[in-house]
């Protein structure tokens, strides 16, 4: 089967830097998503790694270490447009499965 | 580009009516999937196609049916809707490359009365 384990929720300050984990079981991998989600709005592509090693895109950061099947998004310079919800997902072939999301939230 | 569309962006429906929510996309990718998102949970995936003419499906699938008679275009029927059908619908793409991700749709928002 395949399972995905991320926080529930978590708190920042404007300006801060937070990091949100991502652990995974699953029988094939192929890749590791993030995506934002803004209450109401659809999910929004912000990284994939297919590979070890880290992506950086503007203030957006992420890593993969598949022999951990472990892997994170960094968030630098917070910003309140940065609240919203944060699902990892994990590539298997033709799949793609999610985590339950991991809320932020931030504050002034 | 348009990237995906769904169509309606919201309904009502009655216990027992049925619709059809369309999924388009102009991104030439080959994978398409239809995902279900409650309140404060993830997505949950109901029926996907790997290819035009193809459907299988996923998690969730009783209550559904699909169709992909093109490839631009992927289906999401409920023939008999009932309120546990009471979501927002996500359709999303990808392509052939395993090196990519998917791409969401804006989603439909369905109440089931």
């Known amino acids: 089967g395949q399972s995905l384990e991320q926080p529930s929720e978590v708190t920042a300050v404007e300006g801060a830097i937070v990091q949100i984990n991502c652990t995974y079981q699953?029988?094939?991998?192929?890749?590791l998503s993030w995506y934002q989600q803004h209450d109401g709005g659809a999910p929004t592509f912000l990284s994939y790694?297919?590979?070890?090693g880290l992506e950086e895109t503007g203030r957006f950061s992420s890593f993969l270490s598949r022999s951990d099947s472990y892997g994170y998004l960094l968030l630098q310079e917070l910003q309140m447009k940065d609240s919203a919800s944060y699902f990892c997902?994990?590539?298997?072939?033709?799949?793609?499965?999610f985590g339950s999301g991991t809320k932020l939230n931030v504050k002034p | 580009n348009a990237g995906v569309t769904q169509t309606p962006k919201f309904r009502v429906l009655k216990t027992g009516q049925s619709m059809t929510l369309l999924c388009a996309q102009d991104?030439?990718?080959?994978?398409m999937y239809w995902y279900r998102q409650d309140p404060g949970m993830g997505l949950r995936l109901i029926h996907y196609?790997?290819?035009?003419?193809?459907?299988a499906k996923g998690e969730v699938p009783d209550g559904y049916n699909v169709s992909r008679l093109k490839k631009q275009n992927f289906l999401l029927g409920l023939e008999s809707a009932a309120p546990s059908q009471t979501s927002v619908y996500f359709c999303?793409?990808?392509?052939?490359?395993?090196?990519?991700?998917?791409?969401f749709g804006p989603g439909t928002r369905l109440l089931v009365l």
């Open positions: 991104m030439n990718h080959e994978y």
């Open positions: 196609s790997v290819g035009e003419g193809t459907t």
């Open positions: 999303a793409t990808a392509g052939l490359s395993l090196q990519e991700t998917q791409y």
């Open positions: 699953t029988s094939g991998f192929y890749g």
């Open positions: 790694n297919a590979l070890d």
């Open positions: 997902a994990v590539r298997n072939f033709n799949k793609f499965y």
